[in-house]
């Protein structure tokens, strides 16, 4: 009896040899099996049925063969590739000739591109102005409160120098 519960801790722990799972096997099989063992009795009876199991015998696959190809296919895919190369063709031609560049001011489209940079740069520096402008009234706030700071220090030293002549 102790002899089965040191193989069986062995087997849960995985440690267990050949020879000791045969051992347990041949245990379980028979018909003197301990009521404390009984749980595992369907473990182990299991085993057997899977014995006498057999695995299905594979079939090789034979290799499908390609349809050979006739003549009107041969035409029908060099047609098809002569078609989709003029496609690609004209439409990448299309495309290069569409991005030309172009600005429109004012309703008008103007093609030189010497002139659509000094229209953007007039009207990023016009954006810049009126930015400058919105922050001043932020700059001002500024000065002030570096002036509302000198006046605190020098009304602080005068408390302090107060606080000093009444003591």
Same mark, same amino acid.
């Given at each position: 009896?102790?002899?089965?519960? %040191?193989?069986?801790? =062995? *087997?849960?722990?995985?440690?267990?040899?050949?020879?000791?799972?045969?051992?347990? =096997?041949?245990?379980?099989?028979?018909?003197?099996?301990?009521? %404390?063992? %009984? !749980?595992? =009795?369907? !473990?182990?009876?299991?085993?057997?049925?899977?014995?006498?199991?057999?695995?299905?015998?594979? /079939?090789?696959?034979? &290799?499908?063969?390609?349809?050979?190809?006739?003549?009107?296919?041969?035409?029908?895919?060099?047609?098809?590739?002569?078609?989709?190369?003029? @496609?690609?063709?004209?439409?990448?031609?299309?495309?290069? /000739?569409?991005?030309?560049? *172009?600005?429109?001011?004012?309703?008008?489209?103007?093609?030189?591109?010497?002139? &659509?940079?000094? @229209?953007?740069?007039?009207?990023?520096?016009?954006?810049?102005?009126?930015?400058?402008?919105?922050?001043?009234?932020?700059?001002?706030?500024?000065?002030?409160?570096?002036? @509302? %700071? =000198?006046?605190?220090? !020098?009304?602080?030293?005068?408390?302090?120098?107060?606080?000093?002549? @009444?003591?």
């Amino acid at each position: 009896m102790e002899r089965i519960n %040191e193989i069986l801790k =062995k *087997y849960f722990e995985g440690t267990s040899s050949l020879s000791e799972e045969k051992e347990l =096997k041949t245990y379980f099989n028979g018909q003197n099996i301990a009521e %404390e063992h %009984e !749980v595992y =009795k369907a !473990v182990f009876q299991n085993f057997v049925s899977e014995k006498s199991e057999q695995t299905p015998q594979i /079939t090789p696959i034979k &290799a499908i063969e390609k349809p050979k190809r006739t003549f009107k296919r041969n035409i029908f895919l060099t047609i098809s590739g002569i078609a989709a190369t003029l @496609l690609l063709m004209i439409t990448t031609a299309r495309s290069q /000739t569409l991005s030309e560049d *172009y600005v429109i001011s004012n309703g008008k489209r103007i093609n030189n591109s010497e002139m &659509a940079q000094k @229209l953007a740069e007039e009207k990023l520096s016009k954006s810049f102005s009126i930015i400058n402008q919105s922050m001043e009234p932020m700059d001002n706030l500024g000065k002030i409160e570096k002036k @509302l %700071e =000198k006046v605190n220090k !020098v009304s602080n030293i005068k408390d302090n120098n107060k606080n000093k002549t @009444l003591k």
